[in-house]
């Protein structure tokens, strides 16, 4: 969605509250293309703060479909953030603060706000470092493929690491039978 906040630019110390939408379909980084199931409206707070910073606040969730970590089904993972940003009012493409490398990536020359970009910067700021579908996921099996939760394959399980193996033989000549 995109937002036009060139009348909050304009005016010190006015502030807006409007309510907005996620129109992004899917989430897309260099892990891949996820989709989002539900993206709640939420209010967003912008205020100009006497003529030199602009702030922007508010808060929503977002439900994004992430493949399990271990057995690839599809997991709805909820976001939940929080937006506090200042930004200063100086010119977007004029590099005088640390934020105005970031403002410059959801803010555009013509005072138009991105709110997709602003919520994709926290949904990549809050990826999870690993997504279970359960916390006892058996996963997949190395051969067949087989979901583990699902069924159980005829697979040998028992495999080694090929730099162990002299010592399976070892084991193997001094069993007891």
């Given at each position: 969605m995109k937002l036009d906040i060139s009348d909050v630019y304009s005016l010190d110390n006015k502030e807006v509250t409007r309510k907005v939408h996620i129109d992004m379909a899917?989430?897309?980084?260099?892990?891949g293309t996820f989709p989002i199931q539900a993206g709640e409206p939420f209010n967003l707070t912008i205020a100009n703060e006497e003529g030199k910073r602009l702030r922007l606040s508010g808060e929503g969730d977002?439900?994004?479909?992430?493949?399990?970590?271990?057995?690839?089904?599809?997991?709805?993972?909820?976001?939940?953030?929080?937006?506090?940003?200042?930004v200063s009012l100086?010119?977007?493409?004029?590099?005088?603060?640390?934020?105005?490398?970031?403002?410059?990536?959801?803010?555009?020359?013509?005072?138009?706000?991105?709110?997709?970009?602003?919520?994709?910067?926290?949904?990549?700021?809050?990826?999870?470092?690993?997504?279970?579908?359960?916390?006892?996921?058996?996963?997949?099996?190395?051969?067949?493929?087989?979901?583990l939760n699902l069924a159980t394959c005829d697979c040998e399980q028992g495999e080694l690491d090929p730099r162990m193996a002299q010592f399976q033989d070892v084991f193997n000549k001094f069993k007891e039978v």
């Amino acid at each position: 969605m995109k937002l036009d906040i060139s009348d909050v630019y304009s005016l010190d110390n006015k502030e807006v509250t409007r309510k907005v939408h996620i129109d992004m379909a899917e989430f897309q980084s260099r892990q891949g293309t996820f989709p989002i199931q539900a993206g709640e409206p939420f209010n967003l707070t912008i205020a100009n703060e006497e003529g030199k910073r602009l702030r922007l606040s508010g808060e929503g969730d977002v439900t994004v479909q992430i493949p399990c970590d271990r057995c690839l089904q599809e997991v709805d993972v909820p976001f939940h953030f929080e937006i506090e940003k200042t930004v200063s009012l100086a010119d977007v493409s004029e590099e005088t603060e640390d934020d105005s490398d970031e403002a410059a990536s959801y803010i555009d020359e013509e005072r138009v706000l991105d709110v997709d970009r602003l919520i994709f910067n926290e949904i990549l700021v809050n990826w999870p470092a690993k997504v279970l579908c359960r916390p006892d996921c058996k996963g997949i099996c190395p051969k067949c493929g087989t979901n583990l939760n699902l069924a159980t394959c005829d697979c040998e399980q028992g495999e080694l690491d090929p730099r162990m193996a002299q010592f399976q033989d070892v084991f193997n000549k001094f069993k007891e039978v």
